[in-house]
């Protein structure tokens, strides 16, 4: 009966590890799943972003500086995201973001571009592509709050530690993003 109680009480703790050390191993897995959904939204708007500049290009007189911008922003988003850098992927998502904001602006002043069935169904798209990684960017967020908010709560934390879990980054914005927009200068020339 002795043996059979000491056993239960050794048995009770590595239980007990195995249940937080499993927690863990799902809240990281589900930092890495809210990543990759964002990942496959970023490179949707990425694929139809060279679409968007090339129907605006075929009006001649559209200008060339912001769509230039647009492309050269596409392309360093692409980088960051490969390099795993969330820090310069947030900053960089921001300045598209305002590019984007630019770019339809300035097409309001093109009403044969505006009219265009192409450029209209391409700016839906990429405007509902910008609220869904805006909503997945916040899911990602919750789960990264969720990791690291787990790997330092006692008795995690030993676990964690052990076990070589890391914090997660979370996607954190520029400034400007976060502030109000500036309608007037969006429209100007």
Not at 53 to 73: P, S
Not at 170 to 184: G, H, S, Y
Request: neutral net charge; proline residues 3%; hydrophobic residues 45%.
């Amino acid at each position: 009966m002795k043996l059979i109680l000491f056993l239960l009480l050794l048995a009770l703790p590595l239980l007990y590890a195995a249940v937080l050390y499993n927690a863990l191993v799902g809240l990281k897995h589900q930092v890495g799943k809210c990543w990759a959904n964002i990942d496959v939204l970023l490179k949707q708007r990425h694929d139809e972003l060279p679409k968007l500049v090339e129907v605006c290009r075929q009006y001649a007189q559209f200008e060339q500086a912001t769509l230039t911008r647009v492309m050269e922003a596409r392309a360093a988003i692409s980088d960051a995201a490969r390099a795993g850098n969330l820090g310069r992927l947030g900053e960089l998502e921001s300045g598209l973001s305002g590019l984007l904001g630019r770019l339809f602006a300035v097409a309001e002043a093109y009403p044969e571009l505006k009219a265009d069935q192409q450029f209209s169904h391409l700016a839906q798209r990429i405007s509902q592509l910008e609220e869904n990684i805006a909503d997945r960017r916040e899911l990602y967020n919750e789960a990264v709050n969720l990791n690291n908010v787990r790997i330092e709560q006692f008795p995690d934390v030993f676990i964690a530690r052990l076990c070589g879990f890391r914090p997660a980054t979370p996607l954190r914005f520029a400034t400007a993003e976060t502030r109000d927009v500036d309608l007037t200068a969006l429209f100007q020339r």
